[in-house]
């Protein structure tokens, strides 16, 4: 389709158009990106799973010859090999430890079981008396190679004394569980894989994005201002990429333009200066089309709009994604390493006690946010931000060194406080460094980077957890954090505001006003503490604890969590525009509370993996519908308490009671499970959620929110 083209009969090169240029060029490079990636993940796997049945094989090498030397020892003392006693018991010795064998049998020199234990495979005795088989008793040394019989990898190694041989023994290695180890392979890399790709996109945004952005919008701007007839000079400074000295060029292009506009508004001067009475006559010609030109463009000098704001905002992205994903790093497996440093507390049960860290955290940066706020726009954002990310550093470390609960907790609260430091000020930047026109564009920004952090961080930390530990995987949390504290240094420095008033929690009038209020209290109560509490409750606490109590591992656990973070990341903007279309919002929330609500039901059935994928991927997609619209239904519902409290008092207690919800969900997951088990506790809240969801739809509907009157 061709370009549409101006008055001037040029291309019609406006923002939208520049910014499809970006995409494509951003699309491109993703591409080529994914593709790298793909490759990548396809040839490891396939390494891996050609790898994986010899490695296990060896293992079974090793354990055998253990047995193999045992079974000897009692025939060199002189116990007949056909009357050994508790051969079966060492053979179940074997299975306690290595999950992996599930059958043994040792034969005699015909190939005939004399000892065995586990599950026999399908046409194990003719493989044990086969001639090919039998012939390794001739071998010297065993061999390493498998053979598939009957769904098991049977690995066989010879036994023989001094003198002669004995027997062969048969260790078979369950093919379900290689293939098993191979699809965790497998999820891995694919978790690996979505990290990449997502981290890619944080890094093309860190590295180009944004100046690529700014560039094209530059161009964007000027090219229509000449399309608009304006041709007055701009004065940049030097530029070091492509966009730049295209810039420079045209800037130099309406500089001579200028030059000679100047020129020739000189010369008609003079000439009417120096003209006489006749001559001038003859000039007005001249001087009605200098007139005409001046009437239909623009001419002189104008100094160029900063965009170090727009900079300043795309700034903040890189260290806010670095450090929030340090947190997100330990969500996964978190609960797993309380337990492990679990003490009895008198009055508690161990449920309890385990989420009372996830507790603790939540409470603090619940109720320290409305105090950062003002601390730090009086010491300064970006000093406020490397303070805040020092003390979770501390904190991360002190955590992967604490040795007892009573520690974690201490530690788990400095980490609390750093978070809370961090999220303010980069709240605080987010608004100092943006207008009312582009503070949305700005917030995009802080959301994203948090929600790719938690694409990123929950998965990954799994596959560390279960690979190096607990303490080494929150060590790494610590270098994120550290990290993060190199990249805000490179945060312009901004303004310290010494005048800057204190911020407080609401006060007592304002929160007991609206806790009596119905209108007010149908958005908090039904919508927005149910959320959280579900969010907490379930993604934080019970998931990574109920993963690995049904045998699975923290990897699992952690692309559990990324799948919540995937489908919140996709479906969240998708959510908000259809709000922004005309989409009842009140719809969109009562919708997502009920089908987050219905997920947990499907534990009715059984507790599989599959299960609890599909509790997890209906949480998601209830959450990002209902997520999107609740705040602005605040708006919506509450005029009349705005106008009596302030949009700050309410969105202050509204914010409030939502955060309290955070604290609460581990809290009351907790206690059901002491209860209900895992299992009840789910079905617990996701029907008091749905339930929620019900009296929210019901009483919107007979309570409409009442129209604004304008004045």
Known sequence: MPRRLNSLGWPDMDASYLKRIYWRISGITMLLVILALAANSYLSHKIFEAELVPETAKKAVTVGASVSNLILKAVSAGVDYKALYGVDKAFQ?????????????????????????????????????????????????????????????????????????????????????????????????????????????????????????????????????????DFTSRVRGSAQDEIGRILQHIDNAVARLNARYQQLTKDLQTQLKSASYGQRAELQGVVAQWEALRARFRFGSASEVATGQEAGLNQIRAPLFVFIMAEELTRSFLPGYINKLLVPIPGLSPQVVIGLPIVLFMLIVALGQPYLGGWSERVGRRKAMTIGALVATVGFVATAMANSLYDLLLWRSLCAIGYGMVFVAAQGYILDHSGPRDRAKGFALFIGAIMV????????????????????????????????????????????????????????????????????????????????????????????????????????????????????????????SAADRGSSR??????????????????????????????????????????????????????????????????????????????????????????????????????????????????????????????
């Open 93 to 229: 010795e074997v299975f306690d430890s290595n999950p992996e064998f599930t059958f043994m049998a040792a034969t005699d020199t015909s190939g005939k079981i004399l000892y065995q234990a586990g599950k026999a495979p399908d046409g194990g005795n003719a493989y044990f008396t086969s001639a090919a088989v039998l012939a390794r008793l001739k071998q010297a040394a065993p061999s390493q190679d498998s053979t598939l019989v009957g769904g098991q990898y049977m690995v066989t190694l010879p036994m023989a004394t001094a003198t002669e041989p004995l027997g062969l023994l048969h260790i078979g290695i369950d093919r379900s569980f290689v293939d098993r180890i191979a699809l965790e392979i497998l999820l891995d890399i694919l978790v690996v894989l979505v990290v990449a790709l997502f981290f890619t996109l944080e890094l093309l945004n860190f590295m180009a994005g944004a100046h690529l952005e700014a560039g094209l919008r530059n161009l964007s701007l000027t090219l229509a201002r000449i399309r608009e007839r």
């Open 453 to 576: 952090a938690t694409v990123c961080g929950p998965s990954i930390g799994g596959i560390l957890a279960d690979n190096i530990g607990y303490r080494l995987s929150f060590a790494v949390a610590a270098v994120l954090a550290a990290l993060s504290i190199a990249i805000i240094a490179l945060l312009p420095v901004d303004k310290v505001r010494t005048n800057a008033k204190e911020s407080a929690l609401p006060s007592l009038r304002e929160i007991f006003g609206l806790l009596r209020n119905r209108r007010f209290m149908t958005l908090t109560g039904l919508a927005a503490i149910p959320a959280k509490v579900m969010l907490t409750g379930v993604c934080f606490y019970l998931v990574p604890l109920f993963i690995v109590s049904i045998g699975s591992t923290q990897s699992m656990a952690g692309r559990m969590l990324m799948v919540y973070a995937v489908l919140m990341v996709l479906i969240v903007p998708l959510a908000a």
């Open 586 to 711: 009140e719809r969109l929330v009562a919708a997502g509370l009920c089908i987050s609500g219905l997920g947990g039901f499907l534990l009715l059935s059984t507790t599989s993996f599959w299960v609890i994928f599909g509790v997890v991927f209906t949480l998601g997609i209830g959450q990002a519908l209902s997520i999107a619209s609740q705040s602005a239904l605040v708006a919506d519902h509450c005029h009349e308490e705005i106008k009596r409290f302030g949009s700050d008092a309410v969105y202050g207690v509204y914010r409030l009671l939502e955060r309290l919800g955070n604290a609460l969900g581990p809290l009351l997951a907790s206690v059901l499970v002491i209860y209900y088990d895992y299992q009840g506790a789910f079905i617990a809240i996701s029907a008091l959620v749905l339930i929620c969801g019900l009296l929210f739809a019901l009483l919107i509907k007979l309570d409409p929110p009442p129209k604004e009157v304008s004045a």
